[in-house]
Every structure is written in structure tokens, then in C-alpha cells.
């Protein structure tokens, strides 16, 4: 099976009237997500100068989307998924307010409070949002959309992280929770705009959610273990995210010290080259390699080299250029993440796409808390610095893609023969 090459994301938006809405509301939301992001880790890293602490704003965010992801599929796949969407972004504007009251380190608990609440309502958003792609998009049109999204998502990652970054420095914290706040809010209007169908569902609608609930999030982990092709890719993104996650969290450390820039400044412009990577690497990816039975193999190199361009970084982590290999590792990350969300989509059936999409965020989510957990905990504690911490998750790195190497691609190859 091949890409279709000859469809641009221009035409695909001008054509495909509801995914143009969906992408717009995406683009709005995202761009405030990042904007807000930087000032937290901003006024963590101000108010407590502790690893841990900060290690706990990324625990706080994965965990509550791991707790909430199973539901999230569930009402995914029962609901209407344009209201659950537009319900979300409505939520996370009243609670975004609640920012403007942190101001010491005694509002720390209500700070984690109001992020595990904002990610608990958008859980139901990302399940959601790709259960959808496959109901609005012909079939010509699902990886060029898919390739659009991550885009959006890295773009938007490198946009309001950088600006962020000094948006936070001169503007000030609750300037950027205010940016962050007003975006849930036309993102609400765009999805408004959007036809998407309902889903299909085997469950009886007069069924309480609550047994609903248990009975899909079976079903969805029953579906995995009877189709391996899938479960191997859900199982894709928390592969990388065994060492990738520490990385990601220890940027924000790496930051505070690059050369003649403020920390806010100088965390931004590292999740801003993170951010440029994953968008590069969905379109190099695309547009290399158009046969997706090479992807499993791809998926596993990623995985390896993302960990050894990781560990350069430590040669001189207070140089600027240290944004080079940390933006080319995240090329590798984002082709990693869209080949798996692509195969993902086609091997799963639309009763359960929404339940194996919360699937997979659940066992990423956990994966996330783990790593990042070790890495905070570490540094907190000093049984490594920051240097050693970052060479012993880029390990963890190219040791789970060696291993992926080793065991994913015979088993694609023999479902492939």
C-alpha cells in the first residue's frame, strides 16, 4: 500500500468544508496551549527552583489524561463527538481563569489542581478529534489530513512555545493565561461550524455510562489482544516515550541555562525546536517514503537516533547550537508519531477506533509518568546531573528502538508475507 502524493493541504482545506473547521479550532487552541505551557514551567521554575517540582507539572498533566483516556474513548465512541469537543474547550476557558490567582508557592497545590482539571475535561478532545478524521475525510484524503494535524501540532508547538517564551518575559504570566484562555473559546466557534457524524456504537444507549464504561474499555483492550497488527502500533508512541518523555520534561531544565538568553526565553526556544522538528518530520517522512510497509521499520530507527542526537546535547548544554540536534531528534519523533497514527486509523475498526486511540494515550500516559518521574526524582535527589540524566534517558532511547528492531519488524514482515 502507497501514500497518495498529489493531494496539497491547501486544496484538502479548500475542499473539505468540516475538517477546515476542526483544523481551525485545532490551530487556535494549540497555539494558546503553548503560549500557556512555557508560563507555567515559568512560574514553577520561579517560585520553587526544584526539579521535582517541576517534573510534577508533566506527572500531573500525563496522569490525568492516563486516569481520564479510557473514559475519553468510551464517550468517543458513543457520544457526539463535535459537542464532546466543543464541551471541552468551553470547560477549559472557565478553568483557565483560575490561573490569575497563582502568585506565591503557597498557590502551587491550586496551580496542579486547575492543570489536572483542564487536562481531565480535554482528554475527551484528542480520542475524539482522530476518531473523527476517518468521518470527514475520503479515503484519498486520511494521510494527507493526518500529515496536516501533526503539522498543525508541531507548528503550532514551535510558534507559541518560541513566542511564549517571550510573550512570558515581557508580558507577563497572566497576560499569557488570558491568550491561552480566549483560544478555547473560537476554537468552540469553529467547531460549532463542523458537521461530524456521530459515531456507530454496539452499545445500547440506556445502558448507565459507568457499566458502558467497563464494558468498552474491555472491549478496547480485548480488541488489541485479538489484533496484534494493532496493538503494535498503539503500543508506538509510549515506545518512544520510555526515554523520549525524559527528554521532553528535561528541556525545560535545559533551558535556564543556555548562554545570553532568559529562562523563559531559553525554554521556549527549545520547545520551539522541538516543535519545528515534529513538523518536519511528518512531511520528510511523507514525502520519502510512500510505501507504509516500510514504516514499522522507520518507526524503530526513529526511535534509536532520536536517543543518540539527544545525547549530543551534553558536549556544551549551556551552547545555543544544542537546538540542533534537539530539533532534529523531533524530526525523527513526529515521523515516528504519524506513521503510527496513520497505521493506527487503517487497521482499526471505526466501533472501536475511538477506544484504541484512548488505548494507546492511556499506555503513553503511563509511560510518561514513569520516565519522567525517574528523571525528576534523580535530579531532585542529585544521583545524577543534568547531563548524566539526559545520557542515561537517551540510552533508554536507542535501547527500546534496538528492541523494536528486534521484535516489531519480523512480526510486521510475517503479516505482511
Not at 468552540?188 to 456521530?198: D, G
Not at 464494558?215 to 494493532?230: M, W
Not at 508519531?337 to 487503517?346: A, G, Y
Not at 484504541?356 to 509511560?367: G, M, N, R, S
Request: aromatic letters at 10%.
Amino acid at each position: 500500500m502507497t501514500d497518495t502524493p498529489h493531494l496539497g493541504y491547501l486544496q484538502l482545506l479548500r475542499q473539505n468544508r468540516d475538517l477546515r473547521h476542526l483544523w481551525l479550532a485545532d490551530v487556535v487552541s494549540l497555539f494558546g496551549d503553548w503560549f500557556h505551557t512555557i508560563a507555567v514551567y515559568s512560574i514553577v521554575e520561579r517560585l520553587t527552583h526544584s526539579p521535582f517540582a517541576l517534573g510534577l507539572v508533566f506527572i500531573i498533566k500525563m496522569g490525568a489524561l492516563g486516569v481520564a483516556s479510557p473514559l475519553a474513548g468510551v464517550l468517543a465512541d458513543r457520544f457526539d463527538r463535535r459537542r464532546l469537543m466543543i464541551g471541552a474547550d468551553l470547560l477549559r476557558f472557565a478553568l483557565g481563569l483560575g490561573y490569575f490567582a497563582i502568585s506565591t508557592a503557597e498557590h502551587l497545590p491550586l496551580l496542579y489542581a486547575l492543570i489536572a482539571l483542564q487536562i481531565t475535561v480535554g482528554s475527551v478532545f484528542q480520542p475524539a478529534r482522530s476518531a473523527s478524521l476517518p468521518n470527514i475525510t475520503q479515503p484519498h484524503e486520511l494521510i494527507p489530513a493526518n500529515a496536516l494535524m501533526a503539522t498543525t501540532w508541531s507548528t503550532l508547538l514551535a510558534l507559541g512555545a518560541g513566542l511564549g517564551g517571550f510573550a512570558t518575559e515581557w508580558l507577563g504570566e497572566r497576560a499569557v493565561f488570558a491568550i491561552d484562555a480566549a483560544s478555547y473559546l473560537l476554537s468552540a466557534a469553529f467547531l460549532w461550524r463542523a458537521h461530524i457524524p456521530s459515531p456507530h456504537t454496539d452499545t445500547p444507549p440506556t445502558q448507565p455510562l459507568w457499566r458502558a464504561a467497563t464494558h468498552q474499555i474491555a472491549a478496547g483492550f480485548a480488541y488489541l489482544y485479538r489484533h496484534p497488527p494493532v496493538a503494535r502500533m498503539a503500543f508506538a508512541k509510549a515506545a518512544w516515550a520510555a526515554g523520549g518523555a525524559a527528554l521532553v520534561y528535561m528541556l525545560a531544565l535545559l533551558g535556564g541555562g543556555l548562554t545570553g538568553v532568559p529562562e523563559a526565553v531559553g525554554v521556549g526556544l527549545l520547545f520551539a525546536a522541538r516543535g519545528l522538528g515534529t513538523g518536519i518530520g511528518p512531511l520528510v517522512g511523507r514525502a520519502l517514503f510512500k510505501d507504509l510497509t516500510r514504516w514499522p521499520l522507520l518507526m524503530g530507527l526513529c526511535m534509536l537516533l532520536s536517543g543518540g542526537l539527544y545525547a549530543a546535547t551534553t558536549l556544551d548544554r549551556h551552547a545555543l547550537w544544542i537546538l540542533l540536534p534537539v530539533l532534529l531528534a523531533h524530526v525523527l519523533s513526529g515521523a515516528n508519531w504519524v506513521f503510527s497514527s496513520i497505521l493506527l486509523q487503517l487497521r482499526a475498526e471505526d466501533a472501536f477506533r475511538g477506544r484504541v486511540f484512548a488505548t494507546e494515550w492511556w499506555l503513553l500516559t503511563l509511560v510518561n509518568v514513569a520516565a519522567i518521574f525517574a528523571a525528576s526524582t534523580t535530579l531532585e535527589r542529585q544521583w545524577l546531573d543534568l547531563e548524566g540524566a539526559i545520557l542515561a534517558a537517551s540510552l533508554v532511547n536507542a535501547l527500546v528502538g534496538a528492541a523494536w528492531l528486534l521484535a516489531v519488524v519480523p512480526a510486521e514482515k510475517s503479516k505482511s508475507t
